[in-house]
T-cell receptor, first 111, second 113 residues
Framework: GEDVEQSLFLSVREGDSSVINCTYT??????LYWYKQEPGAGLQLLTY?????DMKQDQRLTVLLNKKDKHLSLRIADTQTGDSAIYFC???????????FGSGTRLSIRP | DADVTQTPRNRITKTGKRIMLECSQT?????MYWYRQDPGLGLRLIYY???????NKGEISDGYSVSRQAQAKFSLSLESAIPNQTALYFC????????????FGSGTRLTVV
């Protein structure tokens, strides 16, 4: 069945770049997403990439998609303390009935 | 007001009790979803609905039921709560367009003792 995997934790120094990786199994994925969850809050859509794209950039965020390897990454440039959160990778298959989420990566920032 | 509102925000209940979690939305979306979040397990889909007369089971529907009372309202019930249903529950909505993904509520933290 469909599955999305990502590592559980990442720690980076303030000002460095953060790279969060994700792999998925559904070769018919149409949209891939990155969501951010801050403490005590719901998930907020950060960005998405359509499956026919390789890269998408939005200010400090860069999303890279390797469709052959079914690998998605989120790069956050100049990581700040406000970036501390759990980041979820997610994919929507061609059936479009639902979105499958990964387990989330908790990003912590060191001074 | 929030686009997706969940009530209550927090609830402690006893084993065996029936409890209902409510979700309402002002997005005008047809599609609504219930997920539970457990540490290290991410979000798992419980039930989803594409309109008022449509109810579908997700991957972990056992022990739960839902009701879609109106386009804007989707409630989740635990008929007889058990401790392993302690979790953070999220309602989400979608207009069906891929680029907008889902809009999530703020969650209900449920503890079953």
């Amino acid at each position: 069945g469909e599955d999305v995997e990502q590592s559980l934790f990442l720690s980076v120094r303030e000002g460095d770049s953060s790279v969060i990786n994700c792999t998925y199994t559904d070769s018919s994925s149409t949209y891939l997403y990155w969501y951010k969850q801050e403490p005590g809050a719901g998930l907020q859509l950060l960005t998405y990439i359509f499956s026919n794209m390789d890269m998408k950039q939005d200010q400090r965020l860069t999303v890279l998609l390797n469709k052959k390897d079914k690998h998605l990454s989120l790069r956050i440039a100049d990581t700040q303390t406000g970036d501390s959160a759990i980041y979820f990778c997610a994919e929507r298959g061609s059936s479009a009935s639902k979105i499958i989420f990964g387990s989330g990566t908790r990003l912590s920032i060191r001074p | 007001d929030a686009d997706v509102t969940q009530t209550p925000r927090n609830r402690i209940t006893k084993t065996g009790k029936r409890i209902m979690l409510e979700c309402s939305q002002t997005k005008g979306h047809d599609r609504m979803y219930w997920y539970r979040q457990d540490p290290g397990l991410g979000l798992r889909l419980i039930y989803y609905s594409f309109d008022v007369k449509d109810i579908n089971k997700g991957e972990i529907s056992d022990g739960y039921s839902v009701s879609r009372q109106a386009q804007a309202k989707f409630s989740l019930s635990l008929e007889s709560a058990i401790p392993n249903q302690t979790a953070l529950y999220f309602c989400a909505t979608s207009g069906g367009t891929g680029e907008n993904g889902y809009t999530f509520g703020s969650g209900t933290r449920l503890t079953v003792v």
